[in-house]
DNA sequence: GTCGGAATCG
DNA sequence: CGATTCCGAC
């Protein structure tokens, strides 16, 4: 079970460079009163965990696809889980191709009991910011910030936690990773013990720094020009309110950690992460937040993120002059430093001189260059 | 193996 | 609503 800390919070000891979400997300097992688990949450789960490696696995080469090696078996751990003790592969995979015309999966023709998942439509429903109702706590600063586990209410928590994982998924897809780190105790047995390291495979990029961008294969999806979301269109499109991250002026702390009311996108939490080192975006910089006080979205608008020089329009100018190289790796280390020591998984800072250097800058730059690729796809709309 | 209609369930 | 169950068609 999830350590609690005296704050009642959970401590931060999962999260991953560039990639924060707090471990309740990553639960598998829906607490009492909510909603029960769905098909293709399951499938995740078990694509996650590295011990159902035999059973089911990822296509490899090909982001999203995955193989289901032992039919009868997967089957049977569904119908475990959902005391179906009838369930077989036949009526799986009835579940499965009703995801079809919900484009969360699609068939790869050709390939026996291969599947596809769409993640840019999932996490484009999905599009993770959430109002919750509730005061913000004091702030935390320095490295007694912990994480305020938000719950979202009712159905959100489960979407949510849907979000989440899909997310994870792809992220890990982005970095190489293989699951396996994180607890998530869906067959009833031990969990196992979590681990703060990435794993060997983590700094791994499988296609090549930048050069990633397995989403957005279904073309009907456009990117939305920087500034041009506001809050009325984002619920049309997204069915939800957009709501702000609010209470946080400067660049004291980090938003997602400290504020208690809001779960930030990614997006924010890159150019937080720019801005916090000053450190520019390659080919990125938004005016009236490239210094000074970090923007909050009281504006509603959306964050700026890199799209085609045409569409950058007002909101951001052209690309920053390059920093010397030395200079951007130092000021990428001291981002790091500064994510790792918030998260609590840094004990002794990174120091360029040490044999890791290199490895935490290219983690470092990989991440961010993931996040760019992800967060582009939140900013892909239906055509 | 794969697909999707139809009825049904919780 | 999201499966589950059953099944005929390809």
Redesign the pocket.
């Known amino acids: 079970m999830v350590e609690r800390m005296h704050c009642g919070c959970v401590p931060c000891s999962y999260w991953l460079p560039g990639l924060a979400f707090p471990d309740w997300a990553y639960k598998a097992e829906s607490s009492p009163g909510s909603r029960q688990i769905?098909?293709?949450h399951f499938i995740l789960e078990l694509l996650q965990n590295e011990d159902f490696g035999h059973v089911i696995a990822w296509q490899q080469g090909e982001y999203g696809e995955f193989v289901i090696k032992d039919?009868e078996e997967v089957a049977r751990l569904?119908?475990r889980r959902?005391c179906?003790p009838?369930?077989n592969y036949?009526?799986?995979?009835?579940?499965l191709?009703?995801?079809?015309n919900?484009r969360i999966l699609h068939?790869t023709?050709g390939?026996?009991?291969?599947y596809k998942f769409n993640f840019s439509k999932m996490i484009f429903i999905n599009y993770p910011v959430w109002d919750v109702r509730r005061p913000a706590p004091p702030l935390l600063m320095g490295s007694n910030v912990c994480c305020s586990v938000v719950m979202p209410s009712g159905v959100q928590r489960e979407l949510l936690q849907s979000t989440i994982l899909a997310q994870r998924l792809l992220s890990d897809q982005l970095t190489g990773r293989r699951g396996g780190h994180i607890p998530m105790d869906f067959t009833g047995s031990n969990p196992k013990k979590p681990s703060v390291n990435p794993g060997p495979g983590a700094a791994s990029f499988p296609c090549g720094l930048g050069s990633c961008y397995p989403l957005g294969h279904e073309r009907p999806f456009h990117l939305i020009p920087p500034g041009e979301l506001d809050a009325a269109s984002f619920m049309a499109q997204s069915g939800r309110p957009f709501s702000s991250p609010s209470g946080v002026a400067g660049p004291s702390e980090w938003q997602l950690c400290t504020t208690g009311q809001t779960l930030i996108s990614l997006e924010e939490r890159i150019q937080t992460l720019a801005q916090r080192a000053h450190y520019q975006l390659p080919g990125v910089s938004c005016s009236g937040c490239a210094d000074g006080p970090v923007q909050t979205m009281e504006g509603s608008k959306m964050p700026s993120l890199p799209t085609d020089a045409k569409s950058q329009g007002e909101s951001c100018r052209a690309p920053s002059t390059t920093r010397p190289e030395m200079e951007s790796e130092r000021l990428s280390l001291e981002v790091e430093n500064q994510f790792l020591n918030l998260h609590g998984s840094l004990k002794n800072p990174l120091n360029p001189s040490e044999s890791s250097f290199f490895r935490s800058k290219h983690m470092w730059h990989h991440s961010l260059t993931s996040l760019q690729n992800i967060s582009k796809t939140w900013l892909l709309k239906p055509a």
Not at 97 to 100: A, F, G, N, V
Not at 111 to 114: A, D, G, I, M, Q
């Open positions: 769905q098909l293709w039919p569904w119908g959902k179906k009838q369930m036949d009526k799986l995979s009835r579940a191709r009703y995801y079809y919900k068939k023709k390939k026996r009991f291969t």
